[in-house]
């Protein structure tokens, strides 16, 4: 038996896309994240506060949206990460 073939046909089957279109993110009610960025979220307790960052980056960068769509989210993305960053240092100081 091949189960390695299986396998890999069955986790392309049930995988979310790692870059959902927003139509079709609104349809599945999930937001634009990439499933890559949200495991990586999920999944590791040593990702610094710089390194998330760089995978919102990435995220946004090689996601299905088009040119025009991704530098939108991007400047959103800046403005919240500025706010972000400002409330870890309202909250946390210099702990």
Not at 26 to 55: C, E, K, T, W
Request: aromatic share 14%; hydrophobic share 35%; glycine share 6%.
């Amino acid at each position: 038996m091949r189960y390695w073939g299986s396998a890999r046909r069955l986790r392309r089957i049930t995988s979310p896309s790692c870059c959902p279109t927003e139509r079709r993110s609104r349809f599945l009610g999930a937001s634009v994240l990439s499933h890559d960025f949200y495991q990586a979220l999920m999944g590791s307790n040593n990702l610094s506060i710089p390194g998330l960052r760089v995978i919102a980056e990435w995220s946004i960068e090689h996601s299905c949206m088009s040119s025009d769509m991704q530098e939108k989210v991007y400047k959103d993305f800046e403005e919240k990460w500025f706010v972000f960053c400002r409330w870890i240092i309202d909250a946390y100081g210099q702990q």
